[in-house]
């Protein structure tokens, strides 16, 4: 069993709390596509069992159109055993799951979607700079619900600066409201090099103590468990069948494949990341592989990385 990574690099604009690799100049969608594809061929040797998990992740994949995406499940399905109930995700941002844009989901093989909502309340989207409304994100629920998906999950973020007990059962009780299968709910992390971190450094925000964040982390257990979700990850919760088979894979230590610049691979032995820069990852493709950094992983350090698994 193995699964695929597939790291879309690009954002219609950036979030102030985020450090994944995307950049919002979309002019070389072409040129990464077509390296992308590349690298899918050039590497299609080091999977060698059938393929369970194929997650589109960045970035935000939803910034793709239905020819990227043709383009890319030719490539995968020509290149790899894709097992035929394969969990195919997509992590899409609400502003842009149009009703066009979710029919065309339908319509290819994937299966599940991964919402990034963050917050159900207005005054912390935009602090954090998102593109969408609350009421916007549960339509983007409704939307993909009423069009057949049955396998929804969506980002929550907790501990933001300012943010009280009450706004945060109430982000819950929202989330729970929509009737989705998995939940993912991450503390926020002070990333260096991001807007949020110099707002902290420069003393504009305060971050939440740590009573509150043990609060926070303690609430949403209890609601998520009180309405049948099952915590099977530190930031995982999913309706019993639900639980993300991707995410598994990393702690159960299956061999992975990760393509796009940043993406990391996992061979059994060996970890590898691809380097996090769109032109030098294009570059490298195009001369016969993408620059990567590799770290060899010996029997204890494979244990203390299950242990330390979220
Ligand atoms: C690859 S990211 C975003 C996917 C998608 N582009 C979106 O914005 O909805 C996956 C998730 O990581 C979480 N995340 C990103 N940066 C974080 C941070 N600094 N602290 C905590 N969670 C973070 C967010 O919940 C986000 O939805
Ligand atoms: S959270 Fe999503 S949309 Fe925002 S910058 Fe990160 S990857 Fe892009």
């Known amino acids: 069993?193995?699964?695929?990574?597939?790291?879309?690099?690009?954002?219609?604009?950036?979030?102030?709390?985020?450090?994944?690799?995307?950049?919002?100049?979309?002019?070389?969608?072409?040129?990464?596509?077509?390296?992308?594809?590349?690298?899918?061929e050039i590497r299609k040797a080091e999977v060698t069992e059938p393929v369970q998990t194929i997650y589109f992740g960045g970035g935000t994949p939803s910034r793709l159109d239905r020819k990227h995406f043709e383009q890319i499940f030719e490539i995968l399905f020509g290149c790899f055993e894709v097992n035929p109930a394969a969990e195919i995700t997509v992590e899409a941002n609400p502003d842009d799951l149009t009703d066009e844009y979710i029919s065309m989901l339908a319509q290819l093989p994937v299966n599940r979607i991964s919402i990034g909502i963050q917050s159900f309340n207005n005054d912390e989207l935009k602090f954090l700079s998102r593109r969408h409304s609350a009421e916007q994100a549960a339509e983007s629920v409704k939307r993909c619900q009423q069009q057949g998906f049955a396998n929804i999950s969506i980002d929550l973020m907790y501990g933001l600066p300012g943010q009280t007990?009450?706004?945060?059962?109430?982000?819950?009780?929202?989330?729970?409201?929509?009737?989705?299968?998995?939940?993912?709910?991450?503390?926020?992390?002070?990333?260096?090099?991001?807007?949020?971190?110099?707002?902290?450094?420069?003393?504009?925000?305060?971050?939440?103590?740590?009573?509150?964040?043990?609060?926070?982390?303690?609430l949403l257990i209890d609601m998520l468990i009180s309405q049948g979700f099952i915590h099977y990850e530190i930031s995982a919760f999913g309706k019993e069948g639900y639980f993300s088979q991707h995410n598994s894979s990393y702690w159960k230590g299956v061999k992975y494949l990760g393509l796009g610049p940043s993406a990391h691979s996992y061979d059994g032995d060996n970890r590898t990341r691809n380097i996090a820069s769109l032109d030098r990852y294009i570059k490298g493709v195009s001369a016969g592989s993408p620059e990567r950094d590799t770290e060899h992983l010996s029997l204890i350090e494979k244990y203390n990385e299950l242990l330390s698994q979220d």
């Open 165 to 218: 007990m009450k706004i945060w059962e109430n982000n819950l009780k929202q989330a729970i409201g929509l009737n989705i299968e998995h939940i993912s709910a991450y503390h926020l992390i002070y990333e260096e090099r991001t807007r949020i971190y110099s707002l902290l450094k420069a003393g504009k925000i305060k971050p939440v103590d740590e009573d509150a964040s043990t609060a926070m982390f303690a």
């Open 1 to 40: 069993m193995a699964g695929i990574y597939l790291h879309i690099p690009f954002c219609k604009t950036r979030c102030i709390y985020c450090d994944f690799y995307s950049g919002t100049n979309e002019s070389q969608k072409n040129a990464f596509l077509e390296a992308l594809c590349r690298e899918a």
